[in-house]
């Protein structure tokens, strides 16, 4: 019993009144000791009385302190044993000891005790015990136990695990995320090609088909649809509906495009999804933002742009060609006046140039000069693709003086200088990211399909998938930008040497408008005998491609690979050309080639007839390029680039197909 109990401070005043009681007896006898002896018997009784009551209160407190304790002992431990939430107890060998009811009512069972902690939850991660302090070994996670979610908070030290029911909470929030809404815009993206030869008659009726078949796709997965015009239609869905979309690979591509095959021109679709945003005005510019990377990446396939995560399904066919050349023409105009009114014009491509990079850079500063702006190409130094084009360019001292390193255009660079951009549209590409950065203004010619990275802030974009390189989109710009251009044999000449290989000989990706510009450049003196000479291989070069293909085998039917031996060092150059020559190969209709660079980096060049997009493969392993032609560098062995490249065609072919 505590002593503030047994020593309470009035128990002393009532020793102090019975001392002064036996003084007044004594007081008392010394007169009369009759009434003395009276008084002390008296005195006598009641303190008998008064220690018999003490010491009745002193049991009851103890007895009631007793039953107490009890009760508060039964309370507590029917009050753990039935609370709302699981309690857990684990040993070292991580068993049950202990648990509440909430836990047995969990699994229907009278008793989980001895079982593994692995088979009860087997999605728990159990934090390591720090002994000193505990610091760190307590965390939360949520599990699903049976068709109810838990929110678990594990402490380590004391090896206990509280659970918490969380279902009605999982429910709402997924409920959430489901009806949380998304906004999309589908585009007939060639109907004017498609249609065109057509009365009115039969273009309606070919709309209304497509029509149709578009509103029943939307409503088999709960789409709200609005027809905007002939050519454009509003999405309206949520991301349950979303989900169901992206797991069906959107076949509404393929069905359109089925559908209207006996055209000389099939209809194909762009969509663009957006989702994520809390407004619809944001929902609004990220949905026209993906369809124009859809169709910047040459149209029929889906960009749905959730979060920071942008996905692309279909793009299985080419890019239709534009019978129209309104659209050069716009932006030759737009061009001549960016050039007009800058200080000077700097003009760069990709690393590692290639012929169609300088062709097309020759190109740029031949429309420079025709209105006496000043203008340089950007070059970062010769390699084996360029070197017999630039020892004839030695040849001309007034264009090889046009040429200048980064470092050198960089202290050129004023707040009005104008930087084009020619066969690429990703910053990380070019020969200097840094001369991206500091310009103010941009533009952009490239025929690349577009990736995820994109110069964003760029005045003027020409991007033209159909096209078969950038020396053809050059070619365009210079028959509008001026009225009469008149380029010499060289420049000619190094333009029609870009589009040659670029179209491997014409033999791949051409369309009428590349024999157009072949045609306007022959006019203008380019020598095909020149093209020839730069184009020629080394012997040297012939040996080591063929002792790479003798490596090649066939994967998924018609999927040539080849792997050059390890330790093995190849120019990106030549492993691009083995790739090449692999599609001559009878049955080839897709090829990669895997092999370490002079660099360190594992390159991959894949090529494709055209019934195989090597760009998406390409783009999964963080590279990029084209329908028929991407590429890849990446860190580590050959071994393992084989092993992620496998992987990502395995992936495909079980999606949907790596064939069209």
Known sequence: MPNVLQKRWYGYQTVWMFMLQLLLVIFVSYFNWILGL?????????????LRAER???????RYVTDLNYRIKRVEGEAISKLPFGLILYSEERTVEWHNHFVAGMYGKDSVVGQPLSELLPQLPL???????????????????????????????????????MTELAVLRRRYEDERAALGIVLLDNLDEATQ???DQQRTALIARVATAITEWAKQYRVYLRRLSSERYLMILNQKSLDELEQSRFVILDEVREMTADLKVPITLSIGLAFGAERFSELGELAQSSLDMALGRGGDQAAVKAGQRLSFYGGKSGAIEKRTRVRARVIAHALRDLMQESDRVIIMGHRVPDLDVIGASIGVLKAADMYKVEAHIVLDGPNPAIERLMERIGKEETLLRRFISPEQAMHLMTEHTLLVLVDTHKASMTMEPRLVEEASRVVIVDHHRRGEE???????????PY?????????????????????????????????????????????????????????????????QRLLKEDLQEYIAKADIIKHARMIHG???????????????????????????MTGVLASFVISERPDGLIGISARSLGSMNVQVVMERLGGGGHLTNAAVQLEGTQAEAEKKLLAVLDEIEKEEGLFE
Do not use: W
Not at 497 to 525: C, P, Q, W
């Open 38 to 50: 009276v008084s002390l018997c008296l005195v006598g009784v009641l303190t008998y009385s008064m």
């Open 56 to 62: 009745q209160f002193r049991q009851e407190l103890i």
């Open 127 to 165: 934090p390591s015990r720090d002994k000193k302090d505990g610091a760190g070994a307590r965390t939360t996670v949520e599990v699903m136990v049976g068709d109810r979610y838990y929110e678990l908070t594990i402490d380590a030290n004391e090896r206990i695990i509280y659970l918490h029911d």
């Open 197 to 199: 030869g057509m009365d």
């Open 454 to 464: 994109f110069v964003t802030d760029a005045v003027l974009v020409y991007l033209e």
């Open 467 to 531: 096209a078969s390189s950038a020396c053809e989109l050059v070619t365009e710009l210079l028959q509008y930008i001026h009225e009469k251009v008149e380029l010499s044999p060289l420049e000619a000449t190094t333009l029609l040497a870009g589009i040659t290989v670029d179209t491997k000989h014409f033999a791949l990706h051409t369309g009428s408008r590349t024999f157009e510009a072949a045609a306007f450049l022959r006019r203008n003196g380019a020598d095909t005998v020149m093209v």
């Open 558 to 584: 018609h999927i040539a690979l080849a792997v050059t031996e390890p330790n093995r060092k190849i120019p990106q150059m030549l492993i691009a050309q083995v790739a090449d020559t692999l599609l001559n």
